[in-house]
């Protein structure tokens, strides 16, 4: 069994700081890609940042200069440093990874439970 278990979200007033964390257990054989998703009400969820195990990263363009993710590729540990909130970035976080358990196995998807993450004043 996986899981991806986070950390770090909260209430927090435009222009400021929160830094998720996530970390991926269980049965792993070999992560491609850990990364942050996000769901807003009554919006579908959005992708928010990746970063592959070569180092590879994306982010969704409403985030750009002013997130940054991380990871630990031995810790199986993925981080996002959010600075600048606005109150657009309210929505619930989730810990995404894209790995397999063993080697005769495919990639598969596995989610976090969610972090909520709100920006108010």
């Known amino acids: 069994q996986v899981q991806l278990v986070e950390s770090g979200g909260g209430l927090v007033q435009p222009g400021g700081s929160l830094r998720l964390s996530c970390a991926a257990s269980?049965?792993?054989?070999?992560?491609?890609?850990m990364g942050w998703y996000r769901q807003a009400p009554g919006k579908q969820r959005e992708l928010v940042a990746t970063?592959?195990?070569?180092?590879?990263?994306n982010y969704v363009d409403s985030v750009k200069g002013r997130f940054t993710i991380s990871r630990d590729n031995a810790r199986n540990t993925v981080n996002l440093q959010m600075n600048s909130l606005k109150p657009e970035d309210t929505a619930v976080y989730y810990c995404?990874?894209?790995?397999?358990?063993?080697?005769?196995?495919?990639?598969?998807?596995?989610w976090g439970q969610g972090t909520q993450v709100t920006v108010s004043s």
């Open positions: 269980g049965s792993i054989f070999s992560i491609n890609v």
């Open positions: 995404y990874s894209n790995l397999r358990r063993s080697t005769g196995d495919y990639y598969r998807d596995y």
């Open positions: 970063r592959s195990t070569g180092g590879i990263r």
